[in-house]
Every structure is written in C-alpha cells, then in structure tokens.
T-cell receptor, first 114, second 113 residues
Framework: SQKIEQNSEALNIQEGKTATLTCNYT??????LQWYRQDPGRGPVFLLL?????KEKRKERLKVTFDTTLKQSLFHITASQPADSATYLC?????????????FGKGTKLSVKP | EAQVTQNPRYLITVTGKKLTVTCSQN?????MSWYRQDPGLGLRQIYY???????DKGDVPEGYKVSRKEKRNFPLILESPSPNQTSLYFC????????????FGQGTRLTVV
C-alpha cells in the first residue's frame, strides 16, 4: 500500500530563517499533493496544492516543490515568524485515485523562536 | 459562511453505549470523510463517501459505521464504543473532481471510559 513519510516529527528554527519540511511517498504516483496546516486541537487548514506536472508552486511566503522522480515534496516557509508555529501535514489521494480518499502524513511540528 | 460543523465538540461516554457524532457541510460538496487523530499515528481515515448512498472503508473502519442519506450530512456511529476509540475525530468535505482541497470540521474529542 502507499506510504507517506514526513521525515521530521519536529523542526525548531529561528525567526526570519527559512523552514524546509520534507514529504516522501512510496508505492504510488499521485496526480497531486497537498499541504495543510494544523493548530493544536483544531482541524487542518488547506495551504497549497501542487500537481504532478508542476515543479514548483508559490503563495506569499510559502513555496512547494514536487519531484516525481524522487517521490518527494518540499515545503518552504521563508522569513518565518512565530505565528507560523504549527504542525504541517502533507496529503495525497489514496490508492485508486479517489479524490475523497486523502491520505495524510503524520506531520511535522514547526516551532519558530523569536 | 462556508463550513463543516461537527457535534458534539467534546464527549465522554462509557464502554458499550451507542453514540453518534454528526457532521454537516453547507458547501454542496460531494465528498465527505471521517478521520481519527492519535498521538504518533497522525490522521487516519475511517470512512469516506463520494456521494449520497455511496460509502467506502478507509484505513481504520473497524468499530464504526456511517451513512450518507443526504448530501450535507455524514454521521459517524459507534455502535458499541470501546476505550481504544478514545481519540480526536475530524470530518472533512470537498468537491468532486481532481485536486480539490478538503475542508475540515472543528473536531470532536471523544473519551470512552
């Protein structure tokens, strides 16, 4: 079955630096990959989606890359702020391409220190 | 306001007492799903539905039931809850079609004693 791995459970960085989070997947070739932000005790909130034919996508201070050869997506937050502290989840469509069947990684908890 | 609404937000119950967690969305989404989230295990899908009267099992369906009689509602039923179903539950919905974002409810924290 497909597997999603977010390499770091936690990432601590200094304010102003760039945070880089990694998402790897195996046994599947998804048509797209999504990134979500989750604050403690709250539901995930959608941030960005990148398609298999897109190498890079940007939204304000966020940048996502998608390397289908490496089976990896990188999520960058530039000029990070303490308010960016949260858990970030990557997700892709489940096996069989059912869009209602999103599979999530376990997440990376980002802490940005002032 | 576009939203996914879950009720209740918090629930403490006893083993074996049937319960239902409701989920409703006002965005006319075709897809709806239920997840549970546990420390160290992340979000795991319980059931999903691609439209009215169409449901399918996710990764951890044992001990749960769902129904989709109306497009906007997707209740999660625990017929005989057990302590290992203590968890944080999320309902989500999205449009059909490729690459659409999912909208999540506020979560239901369930404790089974």
């Amino acid at each position: 079955s497909q597997k999603i791995e977010q390499n770091s459970e936690a990432l601590n960085i200094q304010e102003g630096k760039t945070a880089t989070l990694t998402c790897n997947y195996t046994n599947y070739s998804p048509a797209y990959l999504q990134w979500y932000r989750q604050d403690p005790g709250r539901g995930p909130v959608f941030l960005l989606l990148i398609r298999e034919n897109e190498k890079e996508k940007r939204k304000e201070r966020l940048k996502v890359t998608f390397d289908t050869t490496l089976k990896q997506s990188l999520f960058h937050i530039t000029a990070s702020q303490p308010a960016d502290s949260a858990t970030y989840l990557c997700a892709l469509e489940g096996y069989g391409g059912s869009q209602g069947n999103l599979i999530f990684g376990k997440g990376t908890k980002l802490s940005v220190k002032p | 306001e576009a939203q996914v609404t879950q009720n209740p937000r918090y629930l403490i119950t006893v083993t074996g007492k049937k319960l239902t967690v409701t989920c409703s969305q006002n965005m006319n989404h075709e897809y709806m799903s239920w997840y549970r989230q546990d420390p160290g295990l992340g979000l795991r899908q319980i059931y999903y539905s691609m439209n009215v009267e169409v449901t399918d099992k996710g990764d951890v369906p044992e001990g749960y039931k769902v129904s989709r009689k109306e497009k906007r509602n997707f209740p999660l039923i625990l017929e005989s809850p057990s302590p290992n179903q203590t968890s944080l539950y999320f309902c989500a919905s999205s449009f059909a079609g490729a690459d659409t974002e999912a909208f999540f409810g506020q979560g239901t924290r369930l404790t089974v004693v």
